[in-house]
């Protein structure tokens, strides 16, 4: 499994493997392992909503102690670090992922998808599932990303949230 069958699937179903938003925060735990806590969890407590739990490249975002939302986020030019249950047998690879050629692995797979005009604004653009409601991320190459095509849109991140 490569990191764009990982992206593609997430944008077809809405899940993560088993990862989907409405399970709890400790049945995530329980595949995962603990998660490193976002600072507010820490500071106020783990009943403070709106905030991730992150596992590498990996955040879920936890409501009432269920997830509310799941990221992948990515850095063009680096190496993406996620937790085996998201990518098997590779738990780094290459984060680089260019907007033609995750938009040609949808179109392949069948999956629908449209501009999301709410998220593209100048440098940025964005696209939305369709049924599954993921939307992708993607933006022009800033200095610190080392990748081969600097006038080109490289994918950020994926993400999806429950209403």
């Known amino acids: 499994m490569t990191l764009m069958d990982v992206l593609v699937d997430f944008a077809r179903t809405g899940r993560i493997g088993p990862l989907n938003c409405g399970m709890t925060l400790a049945e995530a735990e329980k595949l995962l392992g603990p998660g490193r806590p976002h600072p507010a969890h820490i500071m106020k407590g783990p009943d403070i ?7 590498d490249g990996l955040q879920l975002v936890v409501t009432q102690r269920a997830v509310s939302g799941i990221w992948i986020n990515l ?3 680096s190496t993406a670090q996620l937790p085996p249950l998201v990518l098997p047998d590779s738990e780094s690879c ?8 995750l938009i040609a692995a949808l179109d392949n797979a069948g999956c629908r998808h449209a501009v999301n005009s709410a998220l593209t604004f100048g440098q940025q653009a964005s696209l939305i599932t369709q049924p599954a409601d993921v939307c992708a991320v993607f933006s022009l190459p800033r200095r610190d990303n080392h990748v081969p095509h600097r006038d ?3 994918l950020d991140v994926m993400h999806k949230h429950t209403a």
Request: negative net charge; glycine residues 10%.
């Open 94 to 101: 290459d984060a680089t992922v260019l907007r033609e050629e």
């Open 75 to 77: 850095w063009p030019g």
């Open 49 to 55: 909503d709106g905030y991730p739990y992150s596992w």
């Open 152 to 154: 080109r849109h490289y």
